[in-house]
């Protein structure tokens, strides 16, 4: 062991009368903890709300949307093999969505009808997770034989009770889209049973969205067998934005394909800018223990100035003197980083755990989430070595300006 590190280590530790170097040393050590601590919850919990957030935008919307410009799709099953073949996509499905008025017995709300594909759905959406009751095998056309069964339909459980409706019961659906007569246009209308009803967490959704088999959207908006577009999955979430722009140079100038992240921007992008806002409000923690350590170091320097002296005296240079206080200083921030990394990693495994923090009923998450990226773990210990690092050189550089021979002038 060079001579500096073995004093700088004796000087951590205090005589009988010199306790209160000791206490400041360890509250130095405390004070880093609890920031490095603190930053690594706060990261954790917005990396984990934003994950969470994330999950449940993409379960009940796909991760790319292909569109024709002001056009419906004609012949869409001969667009699927190209969609599918594109590297990249695991899942295509077509589908419809239209504003809708819903109303049963004396309540109608206004709602946005989507048409979707039972049997392709499942490769793109997560729908089945978010089902409270029934399933979206049960959406089916009408028999063919004229019988008297219904349409089904699938709806969010805020729509439900809006409507005060549940399983089994019928629905009429009114579209603005229907035949102009000379006393004007007649809204369509069509009676569906609720065959299933799905909860996302989110108002949003489970307030307006419902969901038909693509056949009943296509005789009830009278489109044939056509479709508005096509859902898309991707094996790399991150790399949406890629594929999308490689669909739209493939499908040709006619069609656009926008990428989850161009749909939902300033969501996340607010979700961003509040984790950097937190972020740095918490380093703040970190900053006021460096404060603390360049107080420590001072006080050790203005303690040892006769030892400085002996040892400058003995041959020592300034430089190793230098040493000896940054390397004090370092002990302490490394210290204090791996009780906070420690402390912080422990708390939020429990917080991941038992999820005892519950969350108001405005989020669409019921517990507080917790997500610990190995990456933003490296990077809180790496800013607050470097933070305490920086604190070291000016009680450091104090010193080694110790003159021998004022400091040794009355001794």
Known sequence: MGFEWFISLRYLKAKRKQTFISLITIISMAGV?????????????????????????????????????GDVIADYRAELPILGAQPGVVGVTPYLTSQVMITAGSGGTGAVLRGIDPASVRDVLSLDKYMLQGSLDDLNRPDANGSSRLPSIVIGNELAMQLHVGMGDNLRLMSSAGPLTPMGIIPKMKTCRVVGIFQTGMYEYDSILSFVSLATAQEFLDLGETVHGFELRVDDIYQAHEIAGELEKRLGPTYVARDWMRTNKNIFSALQLEKTALSIIVALIVMVAAFNIVST???????????????????????????????????????????????????????????????????????????????????????????????????????????????????
């Open 33 to 69: 903890a609890v920031g490095v601590m603190a930053l690594i919850v706060v990261l954790g919990v917005m990396t984990g709300f934003t994950a969470e957030f994330r999950d449940k935008i993409l379960g009940i919307n796909s991760h790319i949307v292909v569109q024709k410009f």
């Open 297 to 411: 170091l001072i006080m050790v320097v203005m303690e040892k100035s006769k030892d400085i002296a002996i040892l400058k005296s003995m041959g020592a240079t300034s430089r190793s003197i230098m040493r000896i206080f940054i390397y004090e200083g370092l002990i302490i921030g490394l210290v204090g980083t791996t009780v906070g990394i420690i402390g912080g990693l422990i708390l939020c495994e429990i917080l991941s755990r038992y999820r005892f923090i519950k969350l108001p009923d405005v989020y669409p998450i019921s517990t507080l989430p917790v997500q610990v990226l190995p990456g933003d773990v490296i990077l809180i210990s790496v800013t607050a070595v470097l933070i305490t690092f920086v604190a070291t050189l000016y009680p450091s550089w104090q010193a080694a300006r110790v003159d021998p021979a004022e400091a040794l002038r009355y001794e």
